[in-house]
């Protein structure tokens, strides 16, 4: 017989390292005569799309296109440390640090193009700067980058972001652990077969607090890939061991989700902005994966009526569980 | 991974020339995915390795004289598109489109499926149900052995050092096959146990049964009592039940990280029974 169920996961986790722990980024940008602009940092962008983030804020504040800047990242001999890809902290912390750069060197821009220009209330966009009240005091991008170098202002600005938190009480654990919460919820639609206790994945439906969704498809990848993730984590990733030796060394004897283990995820992003982040935005990288194995659990107990409590939800737990359930009915007198 | 000389061979003669010589110290190389990562783990030393698979007659799936010929470096896509297959044979169709992902079934052939003899085959208890025979060949001219009498351990086949694995015949199937997997996941795994069955049925009456199971055994097995269970009777879940039950009393499954025995045994009987109601048309469950 096959019996369906749906579970609920629902989680909230500290961004960065948090409890006193050092959490520290820097970014550094510089305009080139020719208007040319070079951002470095030392965030390794290792397929998440951290570079894809940090160039777009640089766009933004700039207003200049994505296309017309170089990155250099992750080079210990040209780029600035910005600490680890992880504790899904990049976007977070190395993003403000970026912020920071391309603000600073905006206002000098700004101040180069307020003598030209002779006003104050000047935008940034299409590659120009040009007065709100009078369009037409205007001033391309790159005239103003030659401007600025011949001008003698500093056409190189690095930022420095901290978040580093204080520690909690050592006596009680109270206290404010991390500078930010990132928060997520998941629906599993799951389908047990009860005769051999295999498991299929129908549907994941996901919400994810992203603070501000930087760039949205990226957002989405990152909670479809943590979704895969959290689904092999639930019912299939193993590390055998027996007497302490690895019984399964190769990565072809561990069950990562393959295309068709995968179900159709259904993305939802919320956007409630946090004060400490560039735009509002947050991470999303590891709350994309911490709800689903909760919630595909949970799922499973709404099926069969039983709690699975040993990773992963393998057939052979499930059926010896559903074998269990099915004796103890049997003890209890009919009707 | 060893030291050892790489030889392509281009005909048929030739390789069997070549075995002849060094068919001992020699593993012949039929797609490679069990040879190289045997190789590479120095599970396997050999001297030489031969490449078959530059030798044209071996490919190809033939009809002729109410038997298929299959040529034993066919790879396993291949058999998948077939349609001489698909209309005789579905289950082995069936049974090649379980087989890892595109990549290594572009790569794997039929012939280094079955004389790998892994117990846990995903062709050779389809071929099993199917009464295949391998055709072997060497200089001292052609046997064919019938699968059953193929296998003999994992890893272990009847093949003499000087022969070569060059075709699978299969009589026409009178009746209808059905293969069913377990694995661990939807692709990219071995089967944790795998059951084939093939009933030929008049009616509710069976006429014909064959039962076969993999990765329940050092080899992959035919149940021929099982089997007796069902010929000349109607069939209803409760034969096939009894049916299952006896199948897989004559399996003598292992615990592995991939499975416990009693789950294989268990599961196993479940897939056949879902594999004899769907060969017998009395639908899934």
Request: net charge negative.
């Amino acid at each position: 017989m096959k019996k369906r169920g749906v579970g609920v996961g629902s989680m909230f986790y500290g961004l960065g390292y948090g409890f006193s722990r050092q959490d520290i980024a820097s970014a550094t940008i510089e305009v080139c005569e020719d208007g040319s602009v070079i951002v470095r940092s030392g965030e390794v962008d290792f397929g998440q799309g951290s570079d894809t983030i940090l160039c777009q804020i640089t766009a933004e504040e700039l207003g200049i296109p994505y296309d017309s800047i170089q990155m250099l990242t992750a080079d210990t001999l040209t780029t600035p440390n910005a600490g680890p890809t992880s504790a899904s902290r990049v976007t977070y912390v190395t993003g403000m640090a970026m912020l920071k750069a391309a603000r600073a060197m905006k206002k000098n821009l700004q101040t180069v193009a307020e003598g030209i220009l002779g006003q104050t209330d000047l935008l940034f966009g299409d590659e120009k700067v040009y007065s709100l009240s009078h369009p037409e005091k205007i001033i391309s991008f790159k005239a103003l980058a030659k401007a600025a170098h011949l001008g003698g202002l500093p056409m190189v600005e690095t930022a420095w972001h901290d978040i580093t938190t204080q520690d909690v009480d050592p006596e009680t654990a109270q206290g404010d652990a991390y500078s930010a919460y990132a928060y997520a919820t998941q629906l599993a639609e799951v389908e047990v077969d009860t005769e051999t206790g295999e498991v299929q994945v129908l549907r994941i439906v996901t919400a994810t607090d992203a603070g501000k969704a930087i760039n949205p498809m990226n957002v989405e990848g990152q909670i479809e890939g943590g979704v895969a993730m959290g689904l092999g984590y639930a019912l299939t990733e193993e590390i055998a061991l027996e007497g302490g030796r690895l019984k399964t060394p190769f990565l072809g004897e561990y069950m990562i989700p393959t295309s068709l283990d995968v179900p159709p995820v259904e993305t939802h992003i919320v956007e409630v902005p946090v004060s400490t982040g560039p735009y509002g935005a947050k991470g999303v990288g590891e709350p994309a994966s911490i709800p689903t194995g909760p919630a595909i659990l949970n799922a499973i107990a709404d099926a069969l009526g039983v709690r699975v409590t040993e990773l992963p939800a393998k057939p052979e737990n499930l059926l010896r569980l559903i074998r269990e359930q099915e004796r103890e009915e049997k003890k209890l007198p009919p009707g | 991974m060893q030291q050892f000389q790489f030889f392509s061979v281009k005909s048929l003669s030739d390789a069997l020339r070549f075995l002849a010589e060094k068919g001992d110290q020699t593993k012949v190389l039929a797609g490679g995915t069990d040879l190289i990562p045997a190789l590479r783990e120095e599970v396997s030393c050999p001297a030489f390795v031969l490449n078959i698979l530059e030798i044209e007659g071996l490919n190809g799936v033939r009809e002729a004289n109410q038997a298929l010929r299959i040529g034993s470096i066919t790879t396993h896509a291949q058999l998948v598109e077939s349609d001489i297959l698909r209309r005789t044979c579905p289950s082995l169709l069936q049974a090649a489109a379980s087989i890892g992902g595109p990549l290594i079934r572009n790569r794997g052939t039929i012939g280094g499926n079955i004389a790998n003899a892994s117990p846990a085959a995903d062709l050779a208890s389809t071929l099993l149900s199917l009464e295949a025979e391998a055709v072997l060949m060497s200089q001292k001219g052609t046997r064919v052995v019938a699968l059953r009498d193929f296998f003999l351990g994992p890893g272990k086949t009847a093949l003499h050092p000087d022969e070569l694995l060059a075709e699978i015949a299969i009589p026409l199937p009178r009746g209808k096959g059905v293969f069913l997997k377990l694995g661990r996941r939807q692709a990219m795994s071995l089967s944790v146990v795998n059951v084939a069955v093939c009933l030929e049925m008049e009616g509710r009456r069976c006429r014909e049964a064959k039962v076969a199971l993999g990765s329940v055994a050092p080899t992959p097995i035919r149940c021929p009592g099982a089997e007796s269970l069902l010929v000349n009777q109607e069939m209803d879940a409760e034969l096939i039940g009894k049916c299952a039950e006896e199948a897989m009393a004559a399996s003598i499954p292992v615990d592995d990280h991939r499975a416990k025995a009693w789950y294989r045994l268990q599961a196993g009987a479940i897939l056949l029974r879902r594999a004899l109601a769907q060969a017998a048309g009395l639908g899934d469950d």
